[in-house]
């Protein structure tokens, strides 16, 4: 199965960036998902990352390291409407998808 | 909104009783997923189908079952209801012609929120 471990939370000003780490343990990598969750809300897609490096989208960024089992998710130009919780999520060769617990971003004015 | 549609939005219901919860997936996806969300559980993958046919399963419990009608719309059967199965249950979709990981991007629901009293 899969091991995924981010920060609970997380607290930055509006403005500021904010960069939110995961690392997991798989048995057999098939890339690596970041999703936003509004509280009550659906989770919705931000990045999906299968090779190295960093890809950038706008405000959010997501980079992978596949040998050190590493991600992080950074968000810049942090609004108000950023508030949520962000879900690292891996994919596994039985066609299921573990998520993390998720890390709750706060943003203050 | 991600095209996949869920009913009722909120349901409320006694302990030992049985409910049904209905998704719809987007245009064209073949594959549907359940999750079950608590808070103290987070998103907890419960099973899966593509074009009809159950492809894996995750932590659901025997009281649970769920199916994939031939229109590809999905219903999740809940039964003899714990005041513990009180959680929010998304639907997923997604294209379905992936290979065997899930690696295919998944797109949800906006979920029904269940209260068991």
């Known amino acids: 199965g899969q091991n995924i471990d981010q920060p609970t939370e997380m607290t930055a000003t509006e403005g500021a960036i904010v960069q939110i780490n995961c690392t997991y343990q798989t048995s057999g990598f098939n890339g690596l998902f970041w999703y936003q969750q509004h509280a009550g809300e659906a989770p919705t897609f931000l990045s999906y990352?299968?090779?190295?490096g960093l890809e950038e989208k706008g405000r959010f960024s997501s980079f992978l390291s596949r040998s050190k089992g590493y991600s992080y998710l950074l968000l810049k130009e942090l609004q108000m409407k950023d508030s949520a919780s962000y879900l690292c999520?891996?994919?596994?060769?039985?066609?299921?998808?573990?998520f993390g617990a998720g890390t709750t971003v706060t943003v203050r004015a | 909104d991600s095209g996949v549609t869920q009913t009722p939005k909120h349901l409320i219901t006694a302990t030992g009783q049985r409910v049904t919860l209905r998704c719809s997936p987007r245009s064209g996806d073949l594959s549907v997923y359940w999750y079950q969300q608590s808070l103290d559980q987070g998103l907890q993958f419960l099973i899966q189908y593509y074009n009809g046919e159950e492809r894996a399963k995750g932590n659901i419990l025997e009281r649970f079952s769920a199916q994939q009608f031939p229109d590809l719309h999905s219903e999740l059967n809940l039964s003899s209801l714990e005041l513990g199965d009180s959680a929010l249950y998304f639907c997923a979709s997604s294209v379905g012609n992936g290979t065997s990981a899930g690696e295919e991007t998944q797109y949800f629901g906006p979920g029904t929120r269940l209260l068991v009293l």
């Open positions: 999520a891996v994919p596994s060769n039985d066609y299921k998808l573990s």
């Open positions: 990352n299968v090779l190295d």
